[in-house]
């Protein structure tokens, strides 16, 4: 299954890795998911966060940075799901996951994840 991932505060906390997310993507991908990391992070910050996901070793297939303004990041994250046939996206913004639910996209929050 491609399962997407939202990066800032998701993947990361304050810049630092959120160890747990990253375990349990590791595991995921071992059993064969496709890891797709989607950020409404600016696209010029690309090979930054590459670096970054290389550092702490995320695992990830395609990285996606829509530059999409604040209050529209929703709309960005909804386009590249759909677009990739992402079965599953992690975010922790809870506006987000409610925004994707109510377009028909499986979408679980951090805190559901991690229970």
Known sequence: MKIGVDLHGTLTQSLKPNKEIIRILRKLERGGDEIIIVTSGRKQ?????????????????????????????????????????????????????GFLRGNSINALSVKELLG
């Open 45 to 97: 910050l690309n090979n930054l966060i590459k670096i970054w996901l290389w550092i702490f070793r995320v695992p990830y297939r395609k990285l996606f940075c829509t530059g999409s303004p604040k209050g529209e990041a929703g709309q960005g994250k909804l386009d590249v799901i759909k677009e990739e046939e992402i079965g599953l996206f992690i975010d922790n913004d809870e506006q987000i996951v």
